[in-house]
């Protein structure tokens, strides 16, 4: 294992059918520590940090508002507490990298590079969204910035991840590419997951596995689903390297996947990252959440990721309240024109809805 914020989950699964501990085991509050010293990354690398998760912040705040609205329709699962899995792995990835994600995945698709308009106008339906309105929330999609999807299907990233790696380490201009998977630890509980975890090890292809573990899917705490929640022990298995890693903490996030990517690059061989976090939110617009005390979520929040990382940075003196004040207006601007641009967008002509469907009888 390389070197992180590693530490075992404690929690014990339930045998009995009653509702086992969730998400607030001594380990996992353990894991808020910040261990890393973020004067070593530097200022700007520091804020650039913030504004990533501030986007992702602001941009799903307003889809939530939107929803209630009914500009936003169909299913829609925020990311909001969860900010710093993505905003830690993205700044890792070169251009020539592949990103796969779940239909959790709005956070991911924004700071790979997609447009916020072009997500915005995705939410919306328009044709002027990323994946001309046809894909909606959980179905973003751009080509050009690599990323190669959310997902409606849990576990259904993993095996379209190895096999773009398989593709990568057979044509001569793909060497060294890496494919990154972000899923929820739901996943670990289908096949798929095993099947792409085994395919991957023995082939050595070059996949950086991201397990997102909030400690939920939808309403089952994952002690009452897995028998093993120390889920780096399932590597043994697939003879393949891991590591956990403070989920909360973007600068943990950030250190640890830079570590595995490089690893990944230069030995082709894949790599598994457990992050543990926390959603803030329902598991998506329908979930009234009887499955977690409301106590629980106000503790996490004490410890969410951009207000603990912006406390540590104000601490050591690398941020003050104008910074944050001005990094907030920039992302709600942003998020002021996509809305503006999503408004504005136009919906496909009826007679084009057949257009590149295949239809069988
Ligand atoms: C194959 C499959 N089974 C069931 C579902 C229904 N479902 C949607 S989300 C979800 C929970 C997944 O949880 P997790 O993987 O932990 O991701 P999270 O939502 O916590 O980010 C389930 C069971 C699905 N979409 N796909
Ligand atoms: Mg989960």
Redesign the pocket.
Known sequence: MIATTATTTTATPSTTGTPAPGGDTPAAQDLHRYAIDPAAHGREFCLARVADMLRIRRMEERCAQLYGEGKIRGFL?LYIG?EAVAAGVMPNLGPEDNVLA???EHGHALLRGVPMKAIMAEMYGKREGCSRGRGGSMHLFDREARFCGGN?????GLPLAVGLALADVTLPQRQGAVTACF??????A?GAFHESMNLAALWRLPVLFVC???L???G?A?SRSEAQIDLTKKLAGYDMAGAQVNGMNVLAVHDAARQAIERVRATRAPFFLELHTY?FRA??MFDAELYRDKAEVERWKTHGPIHGFTARLKAAGLMDEADFQRLDAQALAEVDAAVAFAEAGTWEPEAELTREVTAAR
Do not use: D, K
Request: aromatic share 10%; hydrophobic share 30%.
């Open positions: 699962h969860e779940t239909y959790r409606g299907i849990v576990g259904g899923f929820g630890e739901g996943a670990v289908e997102e573990n909030n939920y899917a939808m089952t994952l959603r598991h998506s």
